[in-house]
């Protein structure tokens, strides 16, 4: 099956990513040097893109890499199975060397072989599996790559996908017991990325939290129009449609940069053109490809308003916001409880404080959704 002209819903490879070059290369320099990092950032912004893209640059430079996606995990077990595999991979070759081994691949050649690779960890801890407590599999786990590290002589970066979710699947004093592994490694280096981010930022921010200063905390930049105007004629000439300036500008003004709208408004003007049997992108296509996008997302949409209606005052800040008004000035009601919704969509990542102190759309596409449904509102 041919690959879509513009990625959308997960992680892109590295021809997709639009200009992130110098945060790749920073990135991939600090995590090898030993610092520890975190990203936070809004859904759907290449948080996940560009750590599997820094992992794959690392590996070529023959460092260790672990990959673990807390999403994925529900008990402490299993993510302890996780990292241990994630670790283990770096040395087996296979993703999912635990279950091979418990699998009684040993008895044949290939398990033989398996075990053969990581028998020197296995003597030093002990094989992980059955008739261990979870805590015990917990603290090998988090142990395992330093071992690793020391063993090979090589720097090992781990990467923490949803690292918020740790709270859910293990409990908050989990952090601590990770912190006081994590804290005294050598050769490791971790890079943390969360989507919620006034739980990350709380988590790696606050005095009184297990991780505070333990990474540090650089922002994602946004794209600059330029590489995008770049990226997005050239996607379009590959498929032999004609854009001009004008054209590229109004798809960026209506997405307003962010990566996966902008992608999925171009996919949608794509199939509008072929539909049309057109190789012309004009504005009346963009026109038509931002009413299909609009509706493809008005689901998701819809959802995060429901979410949000829940909390006073909220979407009364939200809709005012989006009509333009200043929020303290503009807006009736409590100063106080307008303040309180302020803070829940800013860590909801819903809007965000611009350079001159006022207040924007993180998803512009969501403020334009809102403006036409307001009297439903
Ligand atoms: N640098 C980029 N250039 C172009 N598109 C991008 C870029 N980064 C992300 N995208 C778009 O955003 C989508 C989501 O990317 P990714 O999964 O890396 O984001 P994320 O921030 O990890 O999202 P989530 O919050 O769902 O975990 C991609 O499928 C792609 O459409
Ligand atoms: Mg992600």
């Given at each position: 099956?041919?690959s879509?002209l513009?990625?959308?819903?997960?992680?892109?490879?590295?021809?997709?990513?639009?200009d992130?070059?110098?945060?790749?290369?920073?990135?991939?320099?600090?995590?090898?040097?030993?610092?520890?990092?975190?990203?936070?950032?809004?859904?759907?912004?290449?948080?996940?893109?560009?750590?599997?893209?820094?992992?794959?640059?690392?590996?070529?430079?023959d460092?260790?890499?672990?990959?673990?996606?807390?999403?994925?995990?529900?008990?402490?077990?299993?993510?302890?199975?996780?990292?241990i595999?994630?670790?283990?991979?770096?040395?087996?070759?296979?993703?999912?060397?635990?279950?091979?081994?418990?699998?009684?691949?040993?008895?044949?050649?290939?398990?033989?072989?398996?075990?053969?690779?990581?028998?020197?960890?296995?003597?030093?801890?002990?094989?992980?599996?059955?008739?261990?407590?979870?805590?015990?599999?917990?603290?090998?786990?988090?142990?395992?790559?330093?071992?690793?590290?020391?063993?090979?002589?090589?720097q090992?970066?781990?990467?923490?996908?949803?690292?918020?979710?740790?709270?859910?699947?293990?409990?908050?004093?989990?952090?601590?017991?990770?912190?006081?592994?994590?804290?005294?490694?050598?050769?490791?280096?971790?890079?943390?990325?969360?989507?919620?981010?006034g739980?990350?930022?709380t988590?790696?921010?606050?005095?009184?939290?297990?991780?505070y200063?333990?990474?540090?905390?650089?922002?994602?930049?946004?794209?600059?129009?330029?590489?995008?105007?770049?990226?997005?004629?050239?996607?379009?000439?590959?498929?032999?449609?004609?854009?001009?300036?004008?054209?590229?500008?109004?798809?960026?003004?209506?997405?307003?940069?962010?990566?996966?709208?902008?992608?999925?408004?171009?996919?949608?003007?794509?199939?509008?053109?072929?539909?049309?049997?057109?190789?012309t992108?004009?504005?009346?296509?963009?026109?038509?490809?931002?009413?299909?996008?609009?509706l493809?997302?008005?689901?998701?949409?819809?959802?995060?308003l429901?979410?949000?209606?829940?909390?006073?005052?909220?979407?009364?800040?939200?809709?005012?916001?989006?009509?333009?008004?200043?929020?303290?000035?503009?807006?009736?009601?409590?100063?106080?409880e307008?303040?309180?919704?302020?803070?829940?969509?800013?860590?909801?990542?819903?809007?965000?404080?611009?350079?001159?102190?006022?207040?924007?759309?993180?998803?512009?596409?969501?403020?334009?959704?809102?403006?036409?449904?307001?009297?439903?509102?």
């Amino acid at each position: 099956m041919p690959s879509r002209l513009f990625p959308l819903g997960g992680p892109v490879s590295e021809k997709d990513i639009v200009d992130r070059e110098d945060f790749l290369l920073s990135l991939g320099i600090r995590l090898i040097e030993g610092q520890s990092i975190m990203l936070a950032g809004p859904r759907r912004i290449g948080k996940t893109s560009l750590a599997l893209e820094v992992l794959r640059r690392l590996k070529t430079k023959d460092s260790y890499v672990a990959f673990i996606d807390l999403f994925r995990y529900n008990t402490k077990k299993q993510l302890s199975l996780a990292i241990i595999d994630a670790c283990l991979e770096n040395r087996s070759g296979i993703s999912k060397t635990t279950a091979a081994l418990k699998d009684g691949l040993k008895r044949i050649a290939s398990g033989a072989r398996l075990t053969a690779k990581i028998q020197d960890l296995e003597f030093e801890v002990g094989l992980p599996g059955e008739g261990r407590d979870d805590d015990e599999l917990f603290n090998y786990a988090l142990r395992l790559p330093e071992i690793l590290a020391k063993k090979d002589k090589k720097q090992i970066v781990v990467v923490f996908d949803e690292f918020q979710e740790v709270i859910r699947i293990a409990g908050e004093d989990t952090l601590k017991v990770m912190r006081s592994y994590f804290q005294r490694q050598e050769g490791v280096s971790y890079l943390f990325l969360g989507s919620k981010e006034g739980m990350m930022n709380t988590i790696f921010g606050d005095k009184r939290q297990a991780f505070y200063r333990f990474a540090t905390i650089l922002p994602i930049p946004p794209i600059p129009t330029d590489a995008w105007k770049e990226y997005l004629s050239s996607k379009y000439l590959e498929k032999r449609i004609a854009v001009n300036e004008r054209t590229i500008l109004e798809i960026l003004d209506l997405s307003g940069g962010h990566p996966q709208d902008t992608m999925l408004l171009c996919s949608e003007i794509y199939y509008a053109l072929i539909e049309a049997g057109e190789a012309t992108l004009t504005l009346d296509f963009v026109r038509t490809g931002y009413t299909r996008a609009l509706l493809t997302l008005s689901p998701v949409f819809d959802e995060l308003l429901d979410e949000l209606g829940k909390v006073a005052n909220v979407r009364h800040v939200l809709i005012g916001i989006a009509k333009g008004l200043r929020i303290y000035s503009g807006l009736s009601g409590n100063p106080n409880e307008i303040k309180r919704a302020v803070d829940t969509l800013v860590s909801r990542a819903v809007i965000e404080k611009s350079s001159r102190g006022s207040y924007n759309f993180v998803e512009p596409m969501l403020k334009h959704y809102l403006i036409e449904k307001i009297d439903v509102y």
